[in-house]
């Protein structure tokens, strides 16, 4: 399965984005879908996932300003991001588990992963 991520961009603090997360050689619809980020010097941490039921989990940081969503005709997820703050500057990645097993909010977890698409958040 490939996964492309896109919708990344410059914006400025307080601004909008929405990410999207594409996959191509299998259907979505099945399995958990995540997204982590990786800023400058920083580990990759996890931001928000989506289950095969639609059940939605997000990291302290991004809760109430991040909503991670998913459509399965089209075999996408997104992740809205609002209220951006500088500190959410990073590299986005979108990540699928396929195996179904281990912690989502695990990188280690997933099994296949996006190129990552780059969020700015700069005055």
């Known amino acids: 399965v490939q996964l492309q991520a896109s919708g990344g961009g410059l914006v400025q603090p307080g601004g909008s984005l929405r990410l999207s997360c594409a996959a191509f050689g299998r259907t979505f619809s099945g399995y958990t879908v995540g997204w982590f980020r990786q800023a400058p010097g920083k580990e990759r941490e996890f931001v928000a996932a989506?289950?095969?039921?639609?059940?939605?989990y997000y990291a302290d940081s991004v809760k109430g300003r991040f909503t991670i969503s998913r459509d399965n005709a089209k075999n996408t997820v997104y992740l809205q991001m609002n209220s951006l703050k500088p500190e959410d500057t990073a590299v986005y990645y979108c990540a699928v588990i396929l195996s179904g097993r281990g912690s989502l909010w695990s990188p280690n977890t997933y099994d296949y992963w996006g190129q990552g698409t780059l969020v700015t958040v700069s005055s």
């Open positions: 989506i289950s095969s039921s639609g059940g939605t």
